[in-house]
T-cell receptor, first 108, second 115 residues
Framework: GQSLEQPSEVTAVEGAIVQINCTYQTSGFYGLSWYQQHDGGAPTFLSYNGLDGLEETGRFSSFLSRSDSYGYLLLQELQMKDSASYFCAKDSSYKLIFGSGTRLLVRP | DTGVSQNPRHKITKRGQNVTFRCDPISEHNRLYWYRQTLGQGPEFLTYFQNEAQLEKSRLLSDRFSAERPKGSFSTLEIQRTEQGDSAMYLC?????????????FGPGTRLTVT
C-alpha cells in the first residue's frame, strides 16, 4: 500500500488559502516533492523539500518537518485554475513514491 | 508540454494480446522512469533506467512486463498477454542525475484499455 497519507478531498473559495497535509513513512526518505495534476493531464512538479523548513515559489509554499514525518503544501490566493489533484511524493533516492492525492475544488 | 513524449496516447486491446508503448525523454536526461496510474490513485513506480541500465523493477511488476532503453535514449514498455487489470494510464518521466534538480518531467501518458 501507499506509505504516504493525505486528505482525499478539499474544497475552498477563490482567493482563499488552503493547506494540504501529508504524512509519510521514513524508510528510504530523502525528501518530499509535490506535484499537481489536472484531469487528463500529466503530473507537473511544484516544489521539493529536502531539509526542514519552508520553501516558497510564488503563490505556492511547501513545508517539511523530518522529526514529525510531516509536510504540507500551502496554496494562497486560490484561483479557479488551481482546481486539480495534488500529490505528495517521497523521494526515495531516485524513484518517487506517491500518495493517493488530494482533489482540490476551488469554488467561485 | 514538458518535452517528454509518449506514443501511442491511447491503446485499446483485447485480453491476451501484447502491447508496446514508447517514451522519448528530454534528450539530455539520463534517468528514465515508468509509472502506472489508475483512477483516483497516485502514480505507482514500475521501473527505472539510468542511461541504458535498468536499475530497479518494482516487485509489483509481473514477468509479463518488460522495459528496455537500448541506447540510453528512448524506452519501450511491453506488456505480454494483457489482462483487464492492466488497464491504466502508463506514464513515463525523465530527469537529470543532479541532486540540485529534483524535478521529474512527465509525459502525457498512454492510456491502455484491455477489453
Amino acid at each position: 500500500g501507499q506509505s504516504l497519507e493525505q486528505p482525499s478531498e478539499v474544497t475552498a473559495v477563490e482567493g482563499a488559502i488552503v493547506q494540504i497535509n501529508c504524512t509519510y513513512q521514513t524508510s528510504g526518505f530523502y525528501g518530499l516533492s509535490w506535484y499537481q495534476q489536472h484531469d487528463g493531464g500529466a503530473p507537473t512538479f511544484l516544489s521539493y523539500n529536502g531539509l526542514d523548513g519552508l520553501e516558497e515559489t510564488g503563490r505556492f509554499s511547501s513545508f517539511l518537518s523530518r522529526s514529525d514525518s510531516y509536510g504540507y503544501l500551502l496554496l494562497q490566493e486560490l484561483q479557479m485554475k488551481d482546481s486539480a489533484s495534488y500529490f505528495c511524493a517521497k523521494d526515495s533516492s531516485y524513484k518517487l513514491i506517491f500518495g493517493s492525492g488530494t482533489r482540490l475544488l476551488v469554488r467561485p | 508540454d514538458t518535452g517528454v513524449s509518449q506514443n501511442p496516447r491511447h491503446k485499446i486491446t483485447k485480453r491476451g494480446q501484447n502491447v508496446t508503448f514508447r517514451c522519448d525523454p528530454i534528450s539530455e536526461h539520463n534517468r528514465l522512469y515508468w509509472y502506472r496510474q489508475t483512477l483516483g490513485q497516485g502514480p505507482e513506480f514500475l521501473t527505472y533506467f539510468q542511461n541504458e541500465a535498468q536499475l530497479e523493477k518494482s516487485r509489483l511488476l509481473s514477468d509479463r512486463f518488460s522495459a528496455e532503453r537500448p541506447k540510453g535514449s528512448f524506452s519501450t514498455l511491453e506488456i505480454q498477454r494483457t489482462e483487464q487489470g492492466d488497464s491504466a494510464m502508463y506514464l513515463c518521466a525523465s530527469s537529470l542525475e543532479n541532486r540540485e534538480d529534483y524535478e521529474q518531467y512527465f509525459g502525457p501518458g498512454t492510456r491502455l484499455t484491455v477489453t
